[in-house]
């Protein structure tokens, strides 16, 4: 035997001889939790209390039971920040976490058990199957839920649809304006073979058909023309001062009209339709269709050109047409935070013009590479309003812990007694008599970070503020714990103090009270002009003292959302 063959034979033996069933064979059957079998796999399937939920556990490179997956799995509480404990009054967030062998690990919800409320656009908690957001579309005002997978697969965006910044895009007697002599006649045959086309028709030199916008990025102007008696159509973005002329009957591109666009361009459909475009750089608040008699040329008092399917779109890429009437299309609204916790303390809003993004322009709204919440300044979300508060929040006061990922844009504003002049959430009782509680109302204040209570509205506030600050992508994590608060900011002690004036009951009782997102609330519950401005992507509220469980919180959301190193 060869002295290489003789190691590699001594080598193997001892392999074996660690292995009971490798060396003693022929056992009918085997049980242990070290490894027993040089093949085998795993030693136990184990179930958790907390859902019970299954996992196969195999062994550790010592061939002994792996103890870190086991305790890994079994404590998968310690990976869900808002049920990290029983009491977790409210959590918000954008996140969904990839499934892991079944699971879902990392979400925010699982911590524990017991979450009053929660809202995300991920799935916060392992039990919860519903949806995360309802969104309400700009085209046509309607609404729809999404659940986290929906909200980043494409799915949301497509419904939402296309972008079309012009209302009435085909209803050009409608919201257009003709300036000069000229007539528009509805029920002419279209490109697309339906009776929606136009004629347009002049009387007058230079006429145009026109409507108001407002925009001041890259963006592309569209319609669809046929020659008619006229041979020519010009269009041109107006302020930016740059247009084109283009031939209805050979298909080509003329001459500019006054200034030269980014570009242009001009695709037959078909019947002697084309659609035709040109993109501009500049501010655009008129967007102008002519008949035109040549090249060049708009100085014919007569004469007509057929047009359908306007649109003005961001970017520099002609897309697919989206119809719009009363509103322009590719925008999306959160008309409803759901509540994850199985509590239904939903967070809502039922006026347009107060509902926050989450697309914008046909576009998701994301801080960071991740989905947000984006607030322009006057939209809040309501989880009740000016209304007695569910009994899990009326008696909250000592021990409160908030945890908040969001980048503000607006930090500036000065505080009140006990508000912050850009409010990110707050919990107050509605009322300004003596004993008025108010829990926590949390923001900026003249670029701090602010942590504001109140046991007594007219005598006993505090509003506790870190060092100055610039606006950024930030994680927060706030406790109260009696009369003591402590606050960081991306993991790094902010605020450490004690209450000295709002040492009392500052809970919000049976009275009247609202819970916000985005803004604080006046005594009788109407918003007030503390707004907060910027993205949203994760609140979570507990009513107990979470500071113990930091750490891990921390690590869980950042590890997410790579705030800070």
């Not at 001892?14 to 093949?39: H, I, P, Q």
């Not at 404990?85 to 967030?93: E, I, K, L, M, P």
């Not at 006026?351 to 576009?363: C, E, F, N």
């Not at 003591?484 to 809970?507: C, E, P, Q």
Request: glycine residues 10%; negative net charge.
């Amino acid at each position: 035997m060869s002295l290489g063959l003789g190691l590699y034979l001594s080598r193997r033996l001892k392999t074996l001889k660690r292995y009971l069933l490798n060396v003693f064979t022929g056992a009918a059957a085997a049980y242990s939790l070290r490894k027993l079998e040089k093949d085998a796999t795993y030693a136990v399937r184990v179930r958790r209390s907390t859902d019970n939920s299954e996992l196969d556990i195999g062994f550790n490179n010592l061939d002994q039971l792996d103890t870190t997956a086991l305790l890994d799995f079994v404590n998968v509480r310690n990976e869900y920040p808002a049920d990290y404990d029983t009491g977790a009054a409210a959590a918000y967030s954008l996140r969904y976490v990839t499934e892991y062998n079944g699971e879902v690990p990392n979400k925010a919800a699982d911590y524990g058990s017991g979450a009053a409320a929660a809202y995300s656009l991920r799935k916060l908690r392992a039990a919860y199957s519903g949806s995360a957001v309802r969104v309400r579309r700009s085209v046509d005002n309607a609404e729809a839920d999404f659940n986290p997978t929906e909200i980043t697969n494409g799915t949301l965006l497509s419904w939402v649809g296309g972008v079309n910044l012009l209302t009435y895009s085909n209803q050009f007697d409608t919201n257009w304006a003709i300036n000069g002599t000229g007539t528009l006649t509805s029920g002419q045959s279209g490109y697309d073979g339906s009776s929606d086309a136009w004629l347009l028709s002049k009387s007058a030199s230079s006429t145009y058909l026109s409507q108001s916008t407002s925009l001041s990025v890259i963006n592309t102007f569209s319609v669809y023309a046929k020659a008619g008696t006229n041979t020519h159509l010009a269009i041109w973005v107006r302020n930016s001062n740059k247009g084109k002329y283009f031939d209805l009957v050979n298909g080509t591109i003329g001459s500019d009209f006054v200034g030269t666009p980014i570009d242009a361009s001009i695709e037959s459909v078909g019947n002697g339709w084309y659609r035709c475009s040109v993109t501009t750089n500049d501010a655009s608040n008129n967007c102008r269709i002519y008949p035109a008699d040549g090249d060049g040329d708009i100085s014919g008092t007569s004469g007509s050109i057929y047009i359908q399917d306007a649109q003005l779109e961001l970017g520099s890429t002609v897309t697919t047409y989206t119809e719009t009437t009363d509103a322009p299309a590719g925008y999306g609204y959160v008309t409803t935070w759901y509540d994850q916790s199985g509590n239904s303390n939903d967070a809502t809003q039922s006026t347009a013009t107060a509902q926050p993004k989450i697309v914008s322009g046909g576009s998701l709204v994301t801080e960071n590479g991740k989905a947000a919440v984006e607030f322009d300044g006057g939209d809040n979300l309501l989880v009740w309003n000016n209304t007695t508060a569910p009994t899990l929040f009326q008696d909250m006061s000592d021990a409160i812990s908030v945890l908040l990922v969001e980048k503000a844009t607006a930090i500036s504003n000065s505080s009140g007694n006990w508000f912050n002049g850009n409010t990110i959430f707050e919990l107050r009782e509605n009322s300004n008599v003596s004993g008025t509680g108010v829990p926590f109302s949390i923001g900026y204040s003249s670029s701090k970070f602010g942590f504001g209570v109140t046991s007594d509205y007219l005598s006993d506030s505090d509003v506790e503020l870190s060092s100055t600050i610039t606006s950024a992508q930030r994680l927060s994590t706030s406790f109260v714990n009696g009369d003591d608060l402590d606050v960081y900011l991306n993991s790094s002690s902010a605020i450490n103090t004690t209450f000295t004036s709002a040492t009392g009951d500052r809970s919000v009782g049976s009275g009247n009270s609202t819970l916000a997102i985005g803004s604080r609330s006046r005594d009788g519950g109407e918003a007030d002009t503390s707004y907060f401005l910027g993205t949203m992507q994760e609140i979570v509220l507990y009513k107990s003292d979470q500071s113990t469980n930091r750490t891990g919180i921390e690590t869980n959301i950042n590890t997410f959302y790579s705030i800070y190193p």
